[in-house]
């Protein structure tokens, strides 16, 4: 049973930063693929950012995080990370962690994965 945890979410005012963590369980971590996602208010959850497996040679950004936001891995920590940098209220929301097996490359869709966290509120103050 593979289990994603999340951590790092909270409270921050614009232009501020955050860093969140993905922890995995497991012994295969280097083989799945990651990805983040989130859920504002009254919204549907959208793709954040994506990275390889191994690696992590490849990786994807949504338009609206691309230049502000960094995803990267620690395969020897079993965790992924998302440095988040000029944050506005535009990224308050629930953010997820996602996981694939077995698949190339660097995902942007939901279905794509097989493995989800349960989220955590990041909130920014204007």
């Known amino acids: 049973q593979v289990q994603l945890v999340e951590s790092g979410g909270g409270l921050v005012q614009v232009g501020g930063s955050l860093r969140l963590s993905c922890a995995v369980s497991g012994r295969t971590f280097n083989n799945y693929a990651m990805g983040w996602f989130r859920r504002a208010p009254g919204k549907e959850r959208e793709f954040v950012a994506s990275?390889?497996?191994?690696?992590?040679?490849?990786?994807s950004y949504a338009d609206s995080v691309k230049g502000r936001f960094a995803i990267s891995r620690d395969n020897a920590k079993k965790t992924m990370y998302l440095q988040m940098n000029s944050l506005t209220p535009e990224d308050t929301a629930v953010y997820y962690c996602?996981?694939?097996?077995?698949?190339?490359?660097?995902?942007?869709?939901?279905?794509?994965?097989?493995?989800w966290g349960q989220g955590t509120q990041v909130t920014v103050s204007s």
């Open positions: 996602a996981a694939v097996t077995g698949r190339p490359g660097a995902h942007r869709r939901e279905y794509d994965y097989d493995y």
């Open positions: 990275i390889s497996w191994g690696g992590g040679t490849s990786t």
